[in-house]
C-alpha cells in the first residue's frame, strides 16, 4: 500500500496531478480542497495517499491532510458511496463542516453536492453519525477547525434551545452569502419570530 508520496509536482490539471519521486511518476486524483493548496508545478509536495485497487483499475487518492484521508476512507465504507462521491464531498466542504451537517442533520448542505441526492444524504447521516465520533484511533475524524460564519451561527441558534432540523430550515431560507455569523443570527432569529 503506498500511504505517503514525497516527489515533484510535475503536471496539474484539477483533479489529476503527477507527482515524480525518484524518478517515477505518480498519478494522482485529489479532492479540490487539496488540489488548491498545492504549490506550482516544478515544487517539492508531500500527500497522504489512498491506493483503491478495484477489478479494471489501481487508482492513487491525495490528500493534503491525514484527516481528510481519514474521512475518505470512512466514507467508502458508507454503501452507496464510491471514491467519485466521497472526493465531491472533500471538494465541497470542509471535514469540519462535513461533520457538523452529520451532527445537525443538515440534508439540504449534503444534497447540493453533486451526486448526492436526498436519499444518499439521509443514508450518510445515519451511517457517519457514529462512525465520525470513533473512528480512528486519534479520536475519531472530528479535529478543531476555523469555523464557518454560517456553522457558528448554527452552533449559536442551537446553543439559544433550537432544534437542529429547526435551524437548518431557518438559515436554508436565508442569504448569508458574506455574511457574519452575528449577521445569521440576527436574520434566523427575526425570521423565527415571523
Known amino acids: 500500500m503506498i500511504g505517503s ?17 525518484n524518478g517515477v511518476g505518480y498519478d494522482v486524483e ?7 493548496e498545492l504549490p506550482g508545478t516544478g515544487s517539492a509536495v ?27 476512507r470512512t466514507l467508502l465504507k458508507v454503501r452507496g458511496v464510491g ?24 440534508t439540504t448542505a449534503l444534497s447540493k453536492i453533486p451526486g448526492i441526492g436526498k436519499k444518499t444524504a439521509e443514508r450518510l447521516i445515519v451511517e457517519m453519525r457514529d ?10 475524524t472530528r479535529v478543531a477547525v476555523e469555523q464557518s460564519a454560517k456553522s457558528e ?15 437548518n430550515k431557518l438559515v436554508a431560507k436565508l442569504d448569508i452569502e458574506d455574511k457574519s455569523a452575528e449577521d445569521i443570527i440576527r436574520l434566523a432569529l427575526k425570521q423565527a419570530a415571523n
Not at 54 to 69: K, M, N
Not at 91 to 104: K, L, P, Q, T
Not at 153 to 167: C, R, T
Open 5 to 21: 508520496l514525497r516527489g515533484m509536482l510535475i503536471y496539474k490539471q484539477a483533479p489529476s496531478i503527477i507527482i515524480e519521486c
Open 83 to 106: 471514491a467519485r462521491i466521497a472526493l465531491a464531498i472533500l471538494s465541497a466542504m470542509s471535514v469540519g463542516d462535513f461533520n457538523r451537517c452529520i451532527e445537525y442533520e443538515d
Open 153 to 167: 451561527a448554527v452552533d449559536a441558534l442551537i446553543a439559544l434551545g433550537y432544534k437542529p432540523a429547526e435551524v
Open 131 to 140: 462512525r465520525i465520533d470513533g473512528s480512528s484511533g486519534n479520536g475519531g
Open 46 to 72: 508531500f500527500l497522504h495517499t489512498h491506493l483503491l485497487v478495484r477489478e479494471d483499475a489501481q487508482i492513487l487518492y491525495g490528500f493534503a491532510t491525514e484527516v481528510e484521508r481519514e474521512l475518505f
Open 30 to 36: 485529489t479532492p479540490m480542497s487539496t488540489f488548491f
